[in-house]
């Protein structure tokens, strides 16, 4: 809207007459496309005071045009939907020092990864347990987690998915067609008759939930091939509940097929109904993104790609800090004067659909409703495999890592295969 007032002053009718005309804006009611008008103009309610966000004035025909050159000049600066995913800096502090006084600098973290977290989370990095202290100026602060042989929570990076659309038609057409495991190499057909032997495959529309103990540990592995989106936000909040379930959880990690969950308690007999019920995606997704900054951060996006929070200026750009610094303001005066706001709701959409996948996660709770399968075993399963590989990917560290992670590798792959 504003890179066409910068062309030449446009008529709203007309300008709506072709924006829904295009597929992806379809649906887009009069009402929000007039709110959209109203924030490009002035910034909405809670901003239209500022002079800096006043870029479109009416003209005695009825057309908004730009309010200055200026506006023009910024539009061309800072036009763009791509935004860098930042990097934040990660620091371990020493016990009994202020907050955010010193510390050894230990590296960077995707800004994705670290928004995530609440105080008192664990994660790994660089084969060193951290818990999270929390965010000061744009640092991750976190001390050394000192309880030996029990922690190891990984939450992972931002990694794009595989695939858009659900991996369950891709087991379905492998895994339990029975009559094109021929057509599969001998190796991979002696792993799904050992997965089948030692739990089950799972029909369509089923969700094969595993537990079992290795090590010191107890492990928890359903299969929802969903995505790896999907199944990051399950992992938060399956582990919110095993939280108040008391079983200790340590840490989880997702793949495009699967869920991991480790702990220190057997969870091998709780209620896998109750757990995956849908209504986690009420209260315990809300407490969650409230204890998080995932919205703040998906806020920050959306104000950079509408315009409202300029990176560049003639001859200076704007560092990361001042970005979030700039869009943590207005989020929070929007949140509370105008919760409504039209960029408020593009952000829990966009944080809904594009990092959460909660849409995907929903179907499929409510898709597995009493069709839960779930299986004890004493050692981890074939399917289990690759799940709990991802975990010794972040474990490991140092020259020697490729050497332990193909022990590691050997080690699960004979056990899972043992007769």
Not at 69 to 91: C, F, K, S, T
Not at 110 to 120: A, D, H, N, R, S
Not at 269 to 278: I, N, P, R
């Given at each position: ?360 996660l929903s179907e499929m709770l409510a898709r597995v409703k009493n069709r839960i399968v779930t299986r004890a075993l004493d ?41």
């Amino acid at each position: 809207m504003l890179g066409s007032a910068c062309a030449a002053p446009f008529d709203a009718d007309q300008l709506y007459g072709e924006v829904v005309s295009a597929f992806p804006y379809r649906n887009l009611t009069r009402a929000d496309f007039d709110k959209v008008v109203d924030f490009v103009a002035t910034g909405g309610y809670a901003l239209k005071r500022y002079d800096q966000y006043a870029r479109l004035r009416k003209t005695p025909e009825g057309k908004w045009r730009v309010s200055h050159p200026r506006v023009a000049q910024q539009y061309r600066l800072n036009v763009g939907v791509i935004v860098e995913d930042p990097m934040i800096d990660i620091r371990q502090q020493s016990k009994g020092r202020p907050t955010g006084a010193g510390g050894r600098s230990l590296g960077q973290l995707e800004e994705y990864f670290v928004e995530q977290l609440t105080p008192g989370d664990t994660f790994v990095f660089s084969g060193s347990v951290l818990r999270f202290e929390g965010i000061h100026e744009e640092c991750g602060l976190c001390l050394a987690h000192q309880r030996s042989g029990s922690a190891n929570p990984v939450l992972q990076r931002r990694q794009v998915p595989a695939f858009d659309v659900p991996g369950a038609a891709v087991c379905a057409r492998w895994c339990r067609n029975r009559e094109m495991w021929n057509t599969l190499p001998d190796p991979v057909q002696e792993w799904l008759r050992i997965q089948e032997w030692r739990s089950i495959i799972p029909k369509p529309g089923q969700l094969l939930v595993e537990t079992f103990p290795r090590g010191s540990k107890n492990y928890l592995v359903c299969y929802p091939f969903e995505g790896r989106l999907a199944h990051q936000t399950l992992g938060m909040l399956i582990t919110r509940r095993l939280e108040r379930l008391r079983m200790r959880p340590l840490g989880f990690v997702a793949n495009e097929y699967a869920l991991a969950v480790w702990a220190l308690r057997d969870m091998s007999g709780l209620a896998m109904d109750k757990l995956f019920d849908q209504d986690m995606l009420g209260d315990d997704l809300d407490a969650w993104l409230g204890d998080s900054n995932l919205y703040k951060r998906t806020f920050r996006n959306c104000a950079i790609i509408s315009g409202l929070i300029e990176r560049r200026y003639p001859g200076k750009e704007k560092t990361g800090r001042q970005v979030t610094f700039s869009s943590d303001l207005i989020y929070d005066v929007l949140r509370e004067h105008e919760p409504d706001h039209i960029l408020l709701r593009a952000t829990y959409e966009d944080a809904a659909t594009g990092l959460l996948d909660i849409a995907r996660l929903s179907e499929m709770l409510a898709r597995v409703k009493n069709r839960i399968v779930t299986r004890a075993l004493d050692r981890v399963s074939p399917l289990a495999v690759p799940a709990l590989l991802e975990i010794s990917k972040e474990m490991v560290a140092g020259e020697a890592h490729e050497d332990i992670l193909r022990e590691a590798e050997e080690s699960l792959i004979a056990d899972a295969m043992r007769v």
